[in-house]
C-alpha cells in the first residue's frame, strides 16, 4: 500500500470524497485537453461518412501510425524494415505480435516512458504495464463519450460507476459507505467488493438518491444489484438512461435482468486496457468496428489489433485474445462501419476433461438452457477429474429442476469421468481486479496437445 492510499484508509469518508474528486480533476486534465475537443468534433463530423470514405480515411491513418512507429519504436523499426505498408490489406505482409512476444519485449516496443502509465493484464495472466501519450488518451475518451451520447448521456450528467478500485477501504464497509462521489465528475464510484446479499439493498438506496443519468462498469456487479431489485419485487426510482457494459463480456441474461430493473437498455462496447480499436453497440442493438480507430483482422482463435491510439506503445498486428466476428451485413442506423456478430473473449480460463481435453468458454452457454435465475457463477477445477460449480441462485426462482438441466448441460460438454460438485452459496469472491471469473483452473492442471501446451508458459 502507498502513502497515498494508506492515508485515503485513514481518512474520514468526507476527505476520502475530498480526496477521489482531487484525483477526478486530474484525470479530467489528462483525458479532456485540446485533442479530445478536436477529435469529438471529427467524430460528428464523420459519423454519416459512408464506407469507402471511412476506408480511405483508415488506410491514411495506418501509413501515418506506422512511419511514425518505425521511427520512434527500436522493436518495430527492425519488424518493419523494407517493408511498405500502403494500405489495410498489406498488413499481412508485417509478422504477428503475440502476448509473450509483447511481454518479453515491451521496453523495445514502447517509444516513450514519459506518458500516462496503465497496468493492464485482466484474465490473460499477463500483467503489463503500457504508456499512453496525452493526446492518444483524450481521444480514446473522447470516442467513448460520444458512443454514450448516442444512447442519451451528457457530459455533465450524473454517472454511477462499478469497478475495480478499492473506493471503500477495510473498516469503513458499513452500509452506509459502499461509495465515492467524484464531486467534479458528477461520478459515484460504487465498491466492486460488498455485493453481498446484504448489502445489496444499501446499493439500491444510494442509486435511488443518486439518480444518475447513465450506469457503467462490470455487468457482473450491475447485474447483481439489478437482480436484488427484481427478485425483491421492488419499484426503484433508479431509471438511467442506459447501462454501459466495460471490462467483461455482457451476457443475454444480464442484459434481461437490467432491462427488467432499471427500464432501459445495456449497452456493449469492446476495446482494452492495452488501447485496442473500438467496437461499439448502436441505438438498433448492433455492434460496429469503428475503422477511424484502428484495424481489426480476424483470424483463427484471435483477432489482430492495430490501434491508431497506442503512439506510446503501439499495437500493430497484435494478437489480443478474443475473437470478433464480423458479418458482411449493413446495420440501418446510419453507420456505415462494420458490422460485428460476436465477440468472444475478455478471456476466460479454461478446464481439462480427461475425456474432452481443454473445455473453454463454452461452458458459459449452459445457463441458457434456464431462466435468469442464477445471480453468478463460477465453475472452478479444484481436482484433475473434479468440478465445483458454485452459484449464487435466487431463491426465490431457483429449483432443482434448473440444477439438474445445469448437470446435464455440463456433464454433455466435459464427458462422463468428471466429478461434478454444485453448492449453492450467498457470494462468489471477486480476483483481485474486482472480477468474478466464470472459469477457474488449479495451477498444477495443464492441457497439452501434441504442439505443446494449451497458452504460452
Partial sequence: MTGGERLYARAPIWLQTLMVTAYGVKLAAIRRGRRYWRWTRFLEESAAWPRERLEAYQAERLREFLAFV?????????RLAGIDVRGVRDLTRLPVTDKETFRVNLSRIRTTDRGVKVHTGGTTGKPLEVVFFGRDLQERFA???????????????????????????????GHRSLARTNLILRQRLYSCFHLANQNLDAYVRDL??????????????????AGHIVASGRTTAVRPRAVFSTSENLYGFQRDIIRTAFRCEARNQYASAEGAPFVVECRKGQLHYDLRTGVIEPGEGSVLVTSFTTHGTPLVRYR????????PGACDCGNENPVVRAIAGREQDYIV????????????????????????????????????VRLVPDRAGF??????????????????????????????????GGKVLYLKRHPGIEWRSPAGPARPQ
Fill in 70 to 78: 518505425s521511427k520512434n519504436s527500436p522493436f518495430y523499426r527492425d
Fill in 143 to 173: 470516442t467513448l463519450d460520444a458512443w454514450r451520447a448516442t444512447h442519451g448521456a451528457t457530459r455533465l450528467g450524473r454517472r454511477a460507476t462499478f469497478s475495480g478500485r478499492i473506493v471503500v477501504p477495510p473498516g469503513q464497509d
Fill in 208 to 225: 435511488e438518491r443518486f439518480q444518475p443519468e447513465t450506469i457503467d462498469g462490470f455487468p457482473s456487479a450491475i447485474a447483481a444489484v
Fill in 320 to 327: 489480443i485474445g478474443d475473437q470478433i466476428d464480423l458479418t
Fill in 353 to 388: 476433461s480427461p475425456e474432452r481435453g481443454m473445455v473453454g468458454v463454452g461452458l458459459i452457454d449452459i445457463f441458457k438452457k434456464i431462466p435468469p435465475v442464477v445471480k453468478q457463477a463460477q465453475i472452478e477445477q479444484v481436482e484433475a477429474r473434479t468440478l465445483v
Fill in 399 to 432: 429449483a432443482e429442476e434448473h440444477l439438474q438441466v445445469l448437470r446435464e448441460g455440463l456433464a454433455e460438454r466435459v464427458g462422463p469421468g468428471m466429478e461434478l460438485q454444485f453448492a449453492l452459496v450467498d457470494r462468489i469472491e471477486p480476483e483481485a
